[in-house]
DNA sequence: CGAAACTTTGATCTCTGTCAAGATTAGTGG
DNA sequence: CCACTAATCTTGACAGAGATCAAAGTTTCG
């Protein structure tokens, strides 16, 4: 059991150790090949998920197939809704994924008798919440190009914490998933990588981009 | 002290008539006058609100001025993070307000050390969340038309609750409230609810609608 | 009653979606 | 290891939903 996932997935400073070996002993090891369906939106939520290895695309989808990506999870990102009946939203690896099981009444039986695993739930609700919120304003209010900027500087914090330091920044997910992220067609996602390559601001490579300049934080249009 | 609306701030069957009365002792009457900013995003919050009369836009907005409203709050709803620092969202009163107002220090204190309260936060975070989400795939996949009829039936859903039943549904906000929520332009809203006032589908009242057919909830495009 | 705020309607423009065709890349079996 | 096929990505042409600019109409409120 790597007790180094397991702090990263449930929080430095919230969990003592005895916690931390009575969650252990809840896991199970499982594996999911890329493309693969962790769960899907609206299934009884029998079990939730600790990513420790690869990306998963979290979406919810229409009838008609419009579909939009909430957010893509990355090792440590705790996968379900532990207190929740159903999914609210569907799970894909992309690429290979790795990930601890647990069954959903064991942990909710845990958690709602913890009050340092409740206030680590919160604490990570409020976060999807804000990120959500956070990509609201993003997909409401900006361009095309802004979404996409955006996003790479994001995406790059994110992975910047994961991964060993390399001029590349790595886009494992299909221009199809950013597209539905950002609530763009793949083709405009794809146009606005070329115009920002032409323009020498990033540096198109296969599975992924080199980022050229002092990209700040964008926020005007 | 209305117990009443504790019960639906707070929860029915979450917290238990001692943690009731403890959270009465914390809680200051306050009223906002129409349009007054009860908190802004980024200020340290010093204090949460349980809303008990009128309506509130919850937004975020960029440098330049544009502006996504994340939620209209109604009376028996909570604003703002009670374990988090600083708010990550503005709050306006939209007509008249009344509210408790809670210490967020004191709040805070009594949440952190209660099961129960952390089990009724999760709740509301977790709801709140959901409603970001479905938000997002609304304003990412969804047109006008469809943003309008799904806000309508929304918004009559969260309002019968509250109010006597009504063939009027009131429309307290503003179109422009509408339009940065639904990442629409004023203009945009504004001849929706033309077209669909034209069709017969709706009728325009002040501060109104009246809704006229089978509205089931739509979801298709 | 009059001014300010809000809403509706009109005309025009543009960004992005859609449809279509190639170009790359990845995957598979011989 | 390579040829072949399928999947993904890029690029082009075109069209349309919705934004923007502008003005008139309506409501609100001192």
Redesign the interface.
């Known amino acids: 059991m790597p007790r180094t996932l397991f702090l990263s997935l449930f929080g430095r400073g919230y969990l003592d150790a005895v916690e931390l070996r009575g969650l252990g002993q809840l896991a199970t090891k499982v594996d999911f090949r890329a493309g693969k369906t962790i769960f899907s939106e609206g299934d009884p939520a029998n079990a939730v998920f600790g990513l420790s290895k690869g990306l998963v695309r979290l979406y ?1 989808s ?3 197939g ?3 990506v ?1 957010a893509f999870a990355v090792p440590g990102d705790l996968l379900g ?1 532990p ?2 009946e159903r999914h ?2 569907s799970a894909d690896a992309i690429g290979e994924v790795a990930a601890w099981r647990f069954s959903r009444t064991e942990f909710s039986n845990f958690a ?2 913890s ?1 340092s695993m ?2 680590l ?3 990570a ?2 976060r ?3 990120m ?6 993003l ?3 900006a361009s095309a190009e802004e979404r996409v900027t955006t996003f790479l500087v994001n995406w790059r914090s994110r992975f910047a914490s994961l991964s060993t330091p390399s001029p590349v920044l790595a886009l494992p997910m299909r221009r199809q998933d950013i597209a ?1 992220f ?2 763009l067609s793949l083709e405009t996602v794809s146009r606005t990588f070329a115009k920002l390559h032409d323009r020498g601001t990033i540096r198109i490579v296969p599975k992924g981009v080199v980022l050229r300049e002092n990209w700040r934080t964008p ?3």
């Open positions: 919810k229409l009838p008609d419009r579909r939009q909430l809704t207190l929740r609210s939203c709602q008798t009050l409740l206030r739930l919160n604490h609700a409020t999807d919440l804000e959500a919120q956070e990509l609201l304003l997909v409401c209010q539905d950002l609530g926020r005007a249009k």
